[in-house]
């Protein structure tokens, strides 16, 4: 590259939302280097170099941000070694959003204490447990039904619904499993029973806070499955969850977006979870803002104008799922997925690239846009192209599998 790039970025995790994250900065004239812990990751694809190591390695953290000295580090996921990045703060680098943030927000009891007890926002009630003993004194405290969840995880790994005694067990090593990095302890939170979740995407810019329509979504086992934009919300609830959200990002500071999750019952507005970063939910943005979140997160961070956020009309995103384990794959239907099924609908898919499948796994995301409905076609639109795509796979002599199920 012969010109002097706009800004040199250092990405930690090189997942789907990372690279989203790499095509809006390169649009920028910005110079990536994307780390993962295996080669081939969906961001490196897109990025100008990249590095293999484990990111809970601090030394190997440290020694990738000595040999290239970015501009920008910006996590984009949970397991990292965040005493590291604070050590480097320390010395001038530019953390995303903050050092500090990064800490609170990669482990879910941290950002717990943050929401509830230093600002005071209303939560569910919870207890933490580190043993099986303890966990079933903390879901006997809490009682039933409680949800579940590793202090640090991904993508709902190892999070569950307890609703009778005798899952209480199969909770607890469900979440050992399904944990990221080295800290065996979980959350366990008190169910509530809302009548929906949001995620607020929440822009922290030099300028001020700004936020974008609020967004819908379906999870299984803690793990989104599809996602709209907008959701409606009364005044009442969307005031309160603004003004919820600037208060946990102005707290945690540095600029940039985060996706900051909601329970809404009534009028009444929950705090749940917060993500320093771009959110699975809001890949829905991809075709319901003229800003998608990633371009948002890079003018944030970049310190560029943001001057208004459009929404493009009613929207929705449908994930694409693998099935099994392989290494060899083959991803089919685009042609039958990119033909809406009703007329004036605009539908789109992004392939992410992995390398590799296994059960659950995501591997793309369908999206659709209907200017002249609702959320609700645009979801039957959305889901009727993500099950348009087909992942085949093949034994070792490249005979084709059929599909599960």
């Given at each position: ?126 207890l933490y447990a580190e ?155 991809l075709i319901s803002q ?40 083959r991803v089919t239907g ?72």
């Amino acid at each position: 590259m012969n010109m002097v790039p706009t800004a040199k970025i250092l990405l930690l995790g090189s997942g789907e939302l990372g690279r989203e994250f790499v095509i809006s900065t390169k649009r920028l004239g910005c110079r990536i280097i994307a780390c993962d812990s295996y080669a081939g990751a969906p961001a490196m694809q897109m990025a100008d170099g990249a590095e293999v190591f484990s990111m809970l390695d601090g030394s190997a953290l440290g020694a990738v941000i000595e040999k290239h000295k970015p501009d920008f580090i910006v996590p984009e996921l949970e397991a990292i070694r965040t005493e590291v990045l604070k050590e480097y703060e320390g010395r001038g680098f530019n953390v995303v959003p903050s050092a500090r943030a990064t800490q609170m927000t990669m482990n879910r009891d941290r950002i717990r204490e943050v929401a509830a007890r230093d600002i005071g926002l209303p939560t569910s009630r919870y207890l933490y447990a580190e043993t099986r003993e303890s966990f079933g004194a903390a879901v006997a405290n809490v009682g039933l039904p409680c949800v579940v969840k590793p202090v640090m995880s991904s993508s709902g790994k190892g999070q569950s619904t307890v609703r009778k005694a005798e899952e209480v067990d199969a909770a607890w090593d469900y979440a050992i499993t399904g944990m990221r990095g080295d800290r065996t302890r979980v959350i366990v939170e008190a169910f509530v029973a809302f009548d929906y979740e949001i995620t607020l995407l929440t822009i922290r810019t030099r300028d001020g806070v700004l936020f974008c329509d609020p967004i819908g979504h379906r999870q299984e086992r803690g793990d989104y499955r599809e996602s709209w934009q907008p959701h409606a919300m009364s005044a009442a609830a969307l005031t309160s969850a603004q003004d919820m959200a600037r208060k946990v990002v102005d707290n945690l500071g540095g600029y940039g977006l985060f996706g900051v999750e909601f329970f809404v019952v009534g009028d009444s507005v929950i705090f749940s979870e917060l993500s320093p970063r771009p959110h699975d939910t809001g890949m829905v943005t991809l075709i319901s803002q003229n800003l998608t979140e990633f371009d948002l997160h890079a003018r944030a961070i970049l310190g560029l104008p943001i001057p208004s956020i459009a929404q493009l009309g009613p929207s929705a995103s449908a994930v694409i799922l693998a099935a099994r384990n392989a290494e060899t794959f083959r991803v089919t239907g685009l042609n039958d997925a990119l033909r809406p099924s009703v007329p004036g609908i605009r539908v789109d898919v992004r392939i992410f690239g992995k390398p590799s499948t296994r059960p659950c796994r995501r591997m793309g995301v369908a999206l659709a846009l209907d200017p002249n409905g609702d959320t609700d076609t645009a979801r039957a639109a959305a889901r009727a192209a993500a099950e348009r795509i087909n992942i085949s796979y093949w034994t070792a002599e490249r005979q084709p599998v059929p599909p599960a199920g």
